[in-house]
């Protein structure tokens, strides 16, 4: 909307995978842990692992995030509560890769923006366990989100770009932590409150971004590619089924090559292949930085 374009703020935050553990080794950045808790995603999953948290932003990505598309404590929650401390998000809003999208890919961001101590538009933060102001109630008029550029709202659940809801201002509507899914901006009050928590003790935000601990996971200089990495959900199909195979090496990988053992080959990142003849296949990828070629080889089969 052109009123809020000069309000539209380059936040200036990069949020990078991490290249080492918290014992200095390096680490694809991901764990992929089967567990009861990730089925339900309330608070219980962080108990299932959880990386220093002056360190690394953990990010749970579970079938179900306690009813919710995702919940991440604030900073003044999780200095309280630091087992809770990390953002919890449902699969089909992680990103927009696997069974999520481009359209609900603005619930991460939305999350990133609670842990950097941003309220919702019409204020208050919904969280398991705390109290919440619901969306498009006419009191949320009464709240304010402690950001000046954020006009006051009652806070959309649909993409109303005429929405003026509590005063002679519009709505915010497309702003990243409102609900209305048609999200592309922070304004330059939540850039400035989101830097005041990174510079802040409050959980520990001030110290995710310091050299040392940059270094520590990793993230101090270019990645360094030291493993070659199959992903595959499945390995077994009937003949002519496509096999999806994911490229989950780390890090800094630059060219991919594929040889589904069946005499033919792949450049792609993540192709789909199709056997065509009944049997048993050496799937193999190798990965450069562009020097030194690293393979990685899994079975396949069809039946
Ligand atoms: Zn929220």
Redesign the pocket.
Known sequence: MPFFKPRAADCKIHFILAHRDPSGNYHPGYHRIRSSASLTGGHEVKDLIQWPRDKYLNIYVCRDAAGLAGHALMPFQADTLPQWDGIVIRHDYYCNIGTSNDFKSVVLT??AG?FLNLF?VWGG??VPGFYYLPVGHPNNCNYDDAVADTPPTIGWTACNLSASSCDSLPDNVQNF?DYAYCARMFTEGQKQRMHGALNSPVAGRNQLWTASNLQAAGLDGPATLCEARIGAPRTVACVGEALHFYDDSYHGALNFLWDFGDGTTSSERHPIHPYTQRGTYDVTLTVTDGTTPHPHSRGARTC
Do not use: P
């Open positions: 939305h999350e609670h919702h933060n919904k932590m």
